[in-house]
C-alpha cells in the first residue's frame, strides 16, 4: 500500500511533467513566431498546440542510427543520463506547503549535485559518437557549465546565508517578510544569467552555434536519442526557472492575494521566467566564446565571491538583513556608479 | 552521528524517483528499436562531417585550456561545498554576537585563501581565452 501510494506519486510528477516540456516546445515556437512576426506553427489541434505530441511521436517511430566508428553502448547511454538528471531533480521541489515528494534536509545539496552531474551526458555524448563537431561542442559546452556553476554555487550560499537552511521548504517560509530578490537583487540578476549559460541556452548557446557546430554534441543523433536529449534540455530549462522561483522570488507565496493557491501561484512564477528564458532566445545575438568565459571567470566569480562576504559581514553586523534594504538600495546606486564607471574606462 | 529514521525514510522518495526516471528513458529507447526501421548501411553509418569523408578519429590530442578550466573547476567547486555547512550554521547565528563574529573572521582567512588562489591563476592566464 506504501508503495502503491508512493508510486502514484511519482506519476503524478512525471507524467505532468513530461507534458509541460512538451508544452514549452510549442510554446517556445509560438512565442518565437510572434515576436519575429510569423504564424508558427498552427496546422496539429487548436492554435498547433498538439504539434509536439506529433513531433514526438514521429521522433519514436524513426530509425536510430549508430556511426559504425562510435561507441555503441556509450553512445546510447548518453541521452539516457541527461533525461534522467532532469527528472530526478523534481523529487525535492516544493510546489506548495507541505506539498513536496520527498522533504529532504539538504535539498540545495542534492540540487547542486545533480545539476554538476549534468556534465556527464554532454561529455559522454561528445566522445562516444566520435565526430569532430561532437566532440568540439561536448568539451565547449563542458567547459561553459563547469564555469557557470562555481558562480551559481556562490550565489545560493548567499541565499542560504539568509535562510539559515538546506532545506528548499525552509527557504520558501523565511521569505514570508520578503521575497530573497529584492536584497539580494544583484545575486538574483546573477543568478538568472548563469541559469541561461548552465543550461546552453541564447545568447550562451555556443556549442549549437549553427554556423561553427551544426549542432553541437547532439549531431549523431537521431530518433529517441535526439528526443531524449531534447526532453532533457527542456526539463532543465523548466526545473532551474522553478529553483529560482524558489531561491528568490518566494516560491508558493504570494503578498496580497493569499486566498490564492500557493501551486498556482508557484506555476505562474516558474511560467514567467519560462517565458523570459523564450524572450532572451528572441531577443539578445549570440555571444563570442572568448567573452563568455571572460564573463564567467573574470566578472561573476569575483563578483559573487565578495557578494558572499559582504552578506555574511552585514548578517554579523545587524539585526535584520531584511528591513535594511534600503542601506542596500543606495548601496546598489554606488556599485552602478562604480560599474558604469569602470565600464566607460574600459570601452 | 547516526541519521533518524525520518531522515533516512525522505531518501525513499528518491530512490523511487530514479528507478521511474530510468525505467520511462530505457522503455522509450527499447520501444523505439521495436517499432523503428533498421535498414543499416556502409555509408550510412560515416559519421556526420557535412557531406565530407571524416579522415581521422576525431579523438585526438585538445586544446589545454579546456583542461585547465577543468582543474580550476575543481578547486573552487570543492571551496563552495565547504562553505554550504558554515552557512546553513551561520544564518542561525545571534548577531552581534562573539560566536557570530569568530564565525565570520574563520571564514574569512579561508575566502582569502580562495582569493588569492584566484588572483594566482588570473596572473598565470588561466582565464585568458582569447
Known amino acids: ?347 | 552521528m547516526i541519521l533518524a529514521a525520518t531522515e533516512l525514510s525522505s531518501y525513499l522518495p528518491i530512490f523511487l524517483m530514479i528507478g521511474a526516471a530510468l525505467t520511462f528513458g530505457i522503455g522509450n529507447v527499447v520501444l523505439s528499436q521495436l517499432i523503428g526501421p533498421k535498414r543499416a548501411g556502409a555509408t550510412k553509418g560515416i559519421a556526420y562531417e557535412s557531406g565530407m569523408n571524416p579522415i581521422t578519429s576525431s579523438r585526438k590530442r585538445f586544446n589545454v585550456r579546456f583542461y585547465l578550466i577543468a582543474m580550476v573547476f575543481l578547486v573552487f567547486d570543492v571551496e563552495v561545498v565547504f562553505l554550504y555547512p558554515w552557512a546553513a550554521t551561520f544564518g542561525n547565528l545571534e548577531p552581534m554576537s562573539n560566536e557570530s563574529l569568530l564565525w565570520l573572521l574563520r571564514i574569512l582567512f579561508f575566502l582569502l585563501t580562495t582569493v588569492v588562489a584566484y588572483l594566482y591563476g588570473f596572473r598565470k592566464g588561466v582565464f585568458r581565452f582569447d
Open chain 1, 1 to 347: 500500500m506504501f508503495y502503491f501510494e508512493n508510486i502514484l506519486k511519482v506519476l503524478v510528477i512525471i507524467v505532468p511533467l513530461l507534458v509541460s516540456v512538451a508544452l514549452f516546445t510549442v510554446a517556445e515556437r509560438k512565442i518565437l513566431s510572434s515576436i519575429q512576426r510569423r504564424r508558427g506553427p498552427n496546422v496539429i489541434g487548436i492554435f498547433g498546440l498538439l504539434q509536439a505530441f506529433a513531433d514526438g511521436l514521429k521522433l519514436l517511430v524513426k530509425e536510430t542510427i549508430l556511426p559504425s566508428s562510435a561507441n555503441k553502448a556509450l553512445f546510447i547511454l548518453a541521452p539516457l543520463v541527461t533525461f534522467f538528471l532532469s527528472l530526478i531533480g523534481w523529487a525535492v521541489i516544493p510546489v506548495n506547503e507541505a506539498s513536496v515528494f520527498s522533504d529532504l534536509n539538504v535539498g540545495i545539496l542534492y540540487l547542486f549535485a545533480i545539476s554538476s552531474l549534468g556534465v556527464y551526458g554532454i561529455i559522454i555524448s561528445g566522445w562516444a559518437s566520435n565526430s569532430k563537431y561532437a566532440f568540439l561542442g561536448a568539451l565547449r559546452s563542458a567547459a561553459q557549465m563547469v564555469s557557470y556553476e562555481i558562480s551559481i554555487g556562490f550565489i545560493i550560499i548567499n541565499v542560504i546565508l539568509c535562510s539559515g537552511s538546506l532545506n528548499l521548504s525552509a527557504v520558501v517560509l523565511s521569505q514570508k517578510s520578503i521575497w530573497f530578490c529584492i536584497p539580494l537583487l544583484p545575486m538574483f540578476i546573477l543568478f538568472f544569467v548563469s541559469c541561461l549559460a548552465e543550461t546552453n541556452r541564447h545568447p550562451f548557446d555556443l556549442p549549437e552555434a549553427e554556423a561553427e557546430l551544426v549542432s553541437g554534441y547532439n549531431v549523431e543523433y537521431s530518433a529517441i536519442g535526439f528526443a531524449l536529449f531534447f526532453l532533457g534540455e527542456y526539463g532543465n530549462i523548466i526545473l532551474i526557472s522553478s529553483i529560482t522561483v524558489l531561491l528568490f522570488i518566494g516560491g508558493w507565496l504570494f503578498p496580497f492575494f493569499s486566498t490564492l493557491s500557493g501551486s498556482l501561484c508557484f506555476s505562474i512564477k516558474t511560467f514567467f521566467f519560462i517565458a523570459l528564458f523564450i524572450w532572451v532566445r528572441a531577443a539578445f545575438p549570440r555571444y563570442r566564446y572568448d567573452q563568455l568565459m571572460r564573463l564567467g571567470w573574470k566578472v561573476f566569480l569575483p563578483f559573487s565571491i565578495s557578494w558572499v562576504i559582504f552578506t555574511a559581514s552585514i548578517l554579523s553586523c545587524f539585526n535584520w538583513y531584511i528591513l535594511c534594504f534600503w542601506i542596500f538600495l543606495i548601496l546598489y546606486l554606488l556599485v552602478l556608479i562604480c560599474f558604469l564607471l569602470v565600464s566607460l574606462g574600459f570601452y
